[in-house]
Protein backbone atom coordinates (compact mmCIF):
# COMPACT_ATOMS: atom_id res chain seq x y z
CA UNK A 1 0.00 0.00 0.00
CA UNK A 2 1.18 3.40 -0.78
CA UNK A 3 -0.28 6.95 -0.27
CA UNK A 4 1.41 9.49 -3.06
CA UNK A 5 1.29 13.31 -2.23
CA UNK A 6 1.08 15.86 -4.78
CA UNK A 7 0.29 19.45 -4.74
CA UNK A 8 1.89 22.14 -2.19
CA UNK A 9 3.99 25.32 -3.09
CA UNK A 10 5.01 28.53 -2.50
CA UNK A 11 1.69 30.99 -2.55
CA UNK A 12 1.45 34.47 -1.01
CA UNK A 13 -0.83 35.19 1.79
CA UNK A 14 -4.62 34.84 0.87
CA UNK A 15 -3.85 32.31 -2.20
CA UNK A 16 -5.17 29.05 -2.39
CA UNK A 17 -3.46 25.35 -2.93
CA UNK A 18 -5.30 22.12 -3.96
CA UNK A 19 -3.26 18.66 -2.13
CA UNK A 20 -4.00 15.57 -3.09
CA UNK A 21 -3.43 11.87 -1.74
CA UNK A 22 -3.74 8.66 -3.92
CA UNK A 23 -3.67 5.47 -1.85
CA UNK A 24 -3.08 2.53 -3.75
CA UNK A 25 -2.38 -1.44 -3.80
CA UNK A 26 -3.53 -4.05 -2.11
CA UNK A 27 -6.29 -1.99 0.03
CA UNK A 28 -9.40 -3.38 1.16
CA UNK A 29 -11.07 -1.02 2.97
CA UNK A 30 -10.01 2.50 4.22
CA UNK A 31 -11.04 3.91 7.77
CA UNK A 32 -10.21 7.37 7.27
CA UNK A 33 -7.86 9.64 5.34
CA UNK A 34 -6.81 12.57 7.11
CA UNK A 35 -4.03 15.35 6.05
CA UNK A 36 -1.57 16.52 9.19
CA UNK A 37 0.72 18.97 9.14
CA UNK A 38 4.09 19.54 11.01
CA UNK A 39 5.61 23.01 11.12
CA UNK A 40 9.34 23.65 11.92
CA UNK A 41 9.93 22.99 15.89
CA UNK A 42 6.54 22.03 16.02
CA UNK A 43 4.72 18.59 16.61
CA UNK A 44 2.90 16.99 13.67
CA UNK A 45 -1.02 18.41 14.41
CA UNK A 46 -4.04 17.11 12.88
CA UNK A 47 -5.66 19.29 10.07
CA UNK A 48 -8.40 17.78 8.25
CA UNK A 49 -10.05 14.28 8.73
CA UNK A 50 -12.12 12.28 6.36
CA UNK A 51 -13.92 9.26 8.17
CA UNK A 52 -15.24 6.46 5.56
CA UNK A 53 -18.80 7.14 5.80
CA UNK A 54 -18.15 9.83 8.40
CA UNK A 55 -18.17 13.48 8.90
CA UNK A 56 -15.31 15.21 8.02
CA UNK A 57 -13.23 16.54 10.80
CA UNK A 58 -11.81 20.33 10.65
CA UNK A 59 -9.03 21.49 13.49
CA UNK A 60 -10.29 25.31 14.59
CA UNK A 61 -7.42 26.80 12.45
CA UNK A 62 -8.39 25.39 9.45
CA UNK A 63 -12.43 25.47 9.47
CA UNK A 64 -13.62 27.80 6.95
CA UNK A 65 -10.87 27.96 4.53
CA UNK A 66 -10.11 24.22 4.09
CA UNK A 67 -12.22 21.42 2.49
CA UNK A 68 -11.13 17.57 2.65
CA UNK A 69 -12.95 15.94 0.39
CA UNK A 70 -12.63 11.89 -1.20
CA UNK A 71 -12.63 10.57 -4.66
CA UNK A 72 -11.74 7.81 -7.35
CA UNK A 73 -13.82 5.27 -5.25
CA UNK A 74 -12.75 6.90 -1.91
CA UNK A 75 -9.03 6.29 -2.75
CA UNK A 76 -8.06 9.55 -3.09
CA UNK A 77 -8.33 12.72 -0.86
CA UNK A 78 -8.03 16.43 -1.00
CA UNK A 79 -7.37 19.06 0.41
CA UNK A 80 -8.66 22.55 -0.69
CA UNK A 81 -6.96 25.17 1.28
CA UNK A 82 -8.33 28.71 0.71
CA UNK A 83 -7.25 32.31 1.97
CA UNK A 84 -3.74 30.60 3.55
CA UNK A 85 -2.13 32.83 6.19
CA UNK A 86 1.55 32.25 6.92
CA UNK A 87 0.99 30.62 9.61
CA UNK A 88 -0.22 27.30 7.55
CA UNK A 89 3.19 27.26 6.37
CA UNK A 90 4.63 23.64 6.96
CA UNK A 91 5.60 20.27 5.94
CA UNK A 92 1.49 18.60 4.75
CA UNK A 93 1.13 14.59 5.46
CA UNK A 94 -1.71 12.39 3.84
CA UNK A 95 -2.68 9.13 6.85
CA UNK A 96 -4.56 6.67 6.31
CA UNK A 97 -5.68 3.79 8.24
CA UNK A 98 -6.61 0.78 5.68
CA UNK A 99 -7.49 -2.80 6.16
CA UNK A 100 -5.32 -4.74 3.73
CA UNK A 101 -4.10 -8.34 3.95
CA UNK A 102 -2.65 -8.06 7.27
CA UNK A 103 -5.20 -6.09 9.02
CA UNK A 104 -5.25 -2.61 9.86
CA UNK A 105 -2.86 -0.63 9.27
CA UNK A 106 -1.81 3.25 9.54
CA UNK A 107 0.14 4.46 6.57
CA UNK A 108 1.69 7.81 6.01
CA UNK A 109 2.45 9.49 2.41
CA UNK A 110 5.41 11.40 2.18
CA UNK A 111 5.61 15.14 3.06
CA UNK A 112 4.70 17.97 0.50
CA UNK A 113 6.09 21.57 1.63
CA UNK A 114 3.49 24.24 1.61
CA UNK A 115 5.00 28.10 2.05
CA UNK A 116 2.72 31.43 2.63
CA UNK A 117 4.60 34.33 1.89
CA UNK A 118 3.40 37.62 3.76
Known amino acids: VQLVVSGGGLVQTGGSLRLSCAASGSIVSIATIDWYRQAPGKDRELVAS???????YYATSAKGRFTISRGNANKMVYLQMNNLRPEDTAVYYC?????????????WGQGTQVTVSS
Open 95 to 107: YANILNSIGWTPY
Open 50 to 56: SPTGGSS
